[in-house]
């Protein structure tokens, strides 16, 4: 940033262009739009489990229907992109994770019903082993150690199935290392040129993702945590260094996560590398800033606020459950 030539008071008087609505227009820095958002939705296969979530008050796990409505919603919307998580049945959660590759597993059946009902709309996967694991990790465990490279392997498996089921953007979000070459080669390799990857490249163990593990029922099941693969959140030089490490294996885009803990994180990446960059508004983020509005705690303000800072701090996009109300608000 230039060094700003400021004449000295009353010469400046930065509440001149404060003064009018259109004077602020004129010198508003950046905006949010539609196009900026991407939607996370849940989808079930339990029968009885959709409906709100309880830590995340107006997300609602979906039935199959209910993504294909969320689609047409989000294309009425002008959201561009939809990124699914599973709630998968916990009766055929294992140690082999198998269903996590599984052309029918829940995840798949949405991306397929998805793509039929709007194929205009990017479809976003996730990737990791977390919903389909009886320990809730987002690797295999083996005498309490997270395997990394058997878990790269079943996660290359996983991206294939996804994109076999019309997915445009994988979203690795299990922090292994070698896992973006892995997926990048595999693709290649299968015809999958065109599969684009956001890699959840600078990832913290954080304590905000505690709703999103109710939502999709690993709460009670994670054994342990994720501080052997989630980044330190001290760690500034680590995250950049994990931004880098993924861009040279190939992601076409890069994410932060959560967002406004770490907006000094999006900004760095921004700054230094020039790409894509996405940052996730985690669900404990929205659990507060929802929370607190429905509370009357705080005005509905604070949403459109909370999602302007992520373009304030670089970001091209932002995913968060706040896309559809956002986007209506827009509207
Ligand atoms: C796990 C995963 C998590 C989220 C997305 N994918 C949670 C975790 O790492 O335990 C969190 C998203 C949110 O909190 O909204 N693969």
Not at 49 to 57: F, L
Request: aromatic share 6%.
């Amino acid at each position: 940033m230039a060094m700003p030539i400021i004449a000295p008071f009353p010469a400046t008087r930065l509440r001149r262009m404060r003064r009018t609505p259109a004077l602020r227009a004129m010198v508003s820095e950046v905006d949010f739009t539609a196009a900026n958002l991407i939607w996370p939705i849940f989808v079930t296969e339990v029968a009885g489990a959709e409906g709100e979530i309880p830590s995340m008050p107006g997300v609602d796990r979906l039935t199959l229907d209910g993504a294909r409505r969320a689609a047409e919603r989000a294309a009425s919307l002008g959201i561009p992109a939809i990124c699914v998580f599973p709630h998968s049945d916990p009766d055929l959660k294992d140690e082999s994770c198998a269903r996590a590759w599984d052309p029918e597993n829940i995840s798949n059946r949405a991306i397929r019903a998805i793509k039929e009902t709007v194929p205009d709309l990017a479809v976003m996967t996730d990737i990791a082993l977390d919903p389909y694991n009886i320990n809730g990790h987002d690797g295999f465990v083996v005498d309490g150690q997270i395997l990394n490279d058997e878990t790269v392997e079943a996660l290359v498996k996983m991206g294939l199935a996804q994109a076999e089921a019309g997915a445009d953007i994988l979203g690795p979000s299990d922090m292994m290392d070698g896992r973006i070459g892995a997926l990048r080669t595999a693709m290649e390799a299968a015809g999958h040129q065109h599969v684009a990857i956001l890699s959840y490249a600078a990832k913290f163990a954080s304590a905000f993702y505690g709703p999103f593990r109710d939502a999709v029922g690993a709460s009670g099941r994670l054994v342990g945590d994720k501080k052997t693969y989630q980044v330190n959140p001290a760690n500034r030089e680590e995250a950049i260094r994990c931004v880098a490490r993924d861009l040279a294996e190939g992601a076409d885009m890069v994410m932060v996560k959560p967002g406004m803990p770490y907006l000094d994180i999006c900004r760095e990446v921004k700054d230094q590398f020039g790409v894509p960059t996405f940052a996730y508004q985690v669900s404990g983020e929205y659990a507060m800033i929802e929370g607190a509005i429905r509370n009357g705690w705080l005005s509905r303000d604070a949403m459109a606020e909370s999602l302007l800072a992520f373009r304030r701090a670089g970001c091209d996009g932002v995913l968060s459950y706040f896309a559809p109300q956002m986007a209506e608000m827009l509207a």
